[in-house]
């Protein structure tokens, strides 16, 4: 079980606005930076998100992330086929002294 | 741009030690700055972060795999490793091995490499 809680899965259409939510708890995501990875199948995790809601430089402006309370959110705009991909939140939790990430969440284009 | 590359042995057996090197190139570890992890990802499942080192040599594990960890650098051959020991078929997953800042964001990350733990 994932310290960072995120709902397994996700769809949307192309063109759609969908948004992924990642919650943690104050220890975690209340006192911390989130982060957000994209996963394409069959390769490594990519940064997607720093700090709340920095773009890493490469990353379209269609990916935005959120942060309120104990909660996160990763907003994807403008859905293509090519967002189909898990998707991980991610942040430092200072109970357990490491970096904790959420169990992920597949998102489907239809 | 810095890019990573896990290499090592896909099969070990178990109770024996699982050892695995991370090349970086388009970068030198000696620089400093970056903190230089490993994470691995379960069959089909989640992140779990196993810990990072410092160029200077300074390590930093996980707890719920400190006994069984050791991370050391190279700083001649710009790579860093991965030993794992008392290995059982639960540390069966992918291996990456990423830089990190601050140290709690990564990127970029290695390919990863599938380690399976059986006889």
């Known amino acids: 079980q994932s310290v960072l809680t995120q709902p397994p899965s996700a769809s949307g259409t192309p063109g759609q606005r969908v948004t992924i939510s990642c919650s943690g708890s104050?220890?975690?995501?209340?006192?911390?930076?989130v982060y957000w990875y994209q996963q394409l199948p069959g390769t490594a995790p990519k940064l997607l998100i720093y700090r709340n809601n920095q773009r890493p430089s490469g990353v379209p402006d269609r990916f935005s992330g959120s942060k309120s309370g104990t909660s996160a959110s990763l907003a994807i705009s403008g859905l293509r086929s090519e967002d189909e991909a898990d998707y991980y939140c991610?942040?430092?939790?200072?109970?357990?002294?490491?970096?904790?990430f959420g169990g992920g969440t597949k998102l489907t284009v239809l | 741009q810095v890019q990573l590359q896990e290499s090592g042995p896909g099969l070990v057996k178990p109770s024996q030690t699982l050892s695995l090197t991370c090349t970086v190139s388009?970068?030198?570890?000696?620089?400093?700055?970056?903190?230089w992890s490993w994470i691995r990802q379960h069959p089909g499942k989640g992140l779990e972060w196993i810990g990072y080192?410092?160029?200077?040599?300074?390590?930093y594990y996980n707890p719920s795999l400190k006994s069984r960890v050791t991370i050391s650098v190279d700083t001649s051959k710009n790579q860093f490793s991965l030993k794992l020991s008392s290995v059982t078929a639960a540390d069966t997953a992918v291996y990456y091995c990423?830089?990190?800042?601050?140290?709690?964001?990564?990127?970029?990350w290695g390919q990863g490499t599938l380690v399976t733990v059986s006889s």
């Open positions: 388009g970068g030198s570890i000696s620089s400093g700055g970056y903190y």
């Open positions: 104050s220890s975690n995501i209340g006192s911390n930076y």
């Open positions: 080192i410092y160029y200077s040599g300074s390590t």
């Open positions: 990423a830089r990190a800042t601050n140290p709690d964001w990564f990127d970029p």
């Open positions: 991610a942040a430092w939790d200072d109970s357990l002294s490491v970096v904790v």
